[in-house]
Every structure is written in C-alpha cells, then in structure tokens.
C-alpha cells in the first residue's frame, strides 16, 4: 500500500500516528525515540503493514507473473491507491491527510514530492488509472539506472483486470489484519 492505503489502515489513530504512517517511507533507522511517541508508533505501524503486505500470497502470486520483479512491488503498492482512491477513499480523509503534510515539517528527501501531492491533490486523481501509471513512471525517474518502472507500465495497463480482481481478494484480507484500532 501507498499513501491511501496507509492512511485508511489508521485514520482512526490519533493525527501524530497517522502522519507517521504518511512519512514512514521518508525515514530510515530503527532508532526512532527522537520523535513523538505517536509518531514513532506510526512509523513502526507502516513498516509492520509493508511488511505482510509484501508477502501477501496476492502480491507474491502477481510479482512471479511481473516483469521487472526487482520494482514490482513498488509498482503495485502504487496501484492498490489507485483501487483505494476509486472505490474507498473520503473526500475528509483525503483532506485529513494533505492538512498533516502541508502543515507540519517532513522528511527532506519527501519534501518536494508531498509537496507535489498535496498541492495536485494527487490522493483523489489516483483514481484515474492514467494518473496512475505516470506516478509509477515518475517514481522510476527518482530511482538509479533505467526506469524499469515507467518500462513496466505497459504491463500494468494490460493486467489491469487482473490488478483489480487480485486489490478485491487483498484490501478485505488486509482490512481485517491491518486496521489500527486504539
């Protein structure tokens, strides 16, 4: 899961809790105890979902079909947004989320990029599958060598039947393992 997924997996914890789940990605090191607690716990919470997401027979089912197997799962938790914001996703969580990014300092190597998030209210138009794929690709430019992801969205675009069925087996499953409850 991206953003979206992290951010319905706890929204009912506190807002330090889900703004360490929204910059997890931006923060390296286990040695955490110079945040706020909440937002340690956010962070740890988002690791710990990447976690079995990752090894999720769905993921691991779709990874082996996938090209690019080495940003695959870059790729897909970008996709399951896409199913997230088309079918799951409020308007005020949506807005919940660009409020703690905006209003509150973030990790530097996040900073242009969630900044491009809120301002493009990039939550809400990853519902558009197009939108989607040039996230994807984008990601691909931040990574070293041939962007391998932007080479793997032809795939996508053709599995995207596929992407769906396997989002509509997953997002139940990880709801009913994942949901932070405080």
């Keep these: 899961m991206n ?5 319905l997996l706890t929204c ?4 330090d809790f889900l703004f360490g789940n929204l910059i997890a990605d931006g923060i390296k090191g286990s040695e955490l105890g110079y945040l706020k607690s909440d937002i340690e716990a956010g962070i740890r ?4 979902v990447d976690a079995v997401i990752d090894q999720h027979p769905q993921v691991l089912a779709l990874t082996k079909l996938m090209p690019h197997r080495r940003v695959a799962g870059i790729a897909l938790d970008i996709v399951w947004d896409h199913f997230l914001s088309r079918y799951e996703l ?9 409020t703690l990014l905006s209003e509150r300092r973030v990790p530097e190597k996040l900073n242009r990029m969630l900044t ?10 990853y ?9 994807i690709s984008g990601v691909g430019h931040r990574l070293r060598g041939e962007n391998l992801l932007r080479a793997l969205t032809p795939w996508l675009e053709t599995h995207y ?13 990880i709801q009913q393992k994942l949901t932070y409850h405080p």
């Design 3 to 7: 953003f979206i997924g992290h951010a």
């Design 12 to 15: 009912k914890g506190s807002d």
């Design 45 to 48: 919470w988002h690791r710990r």
């Design 90 to 98: 409020s308007e005020a969580l949506a807005d919940r989320c660009y």
């Design 116 to 125: 491009h998030l809120v301002e493009g209210r990039w939550l809400e138009r």
């Design 127 to 135: 519902a558009d599958f197009g939108f989607t794929l040039s996230a």
């Design 161 to 173: 039947d596929e992407l769906h069925a396997s989002y509509q087996r997953l997002w139940p499953d």
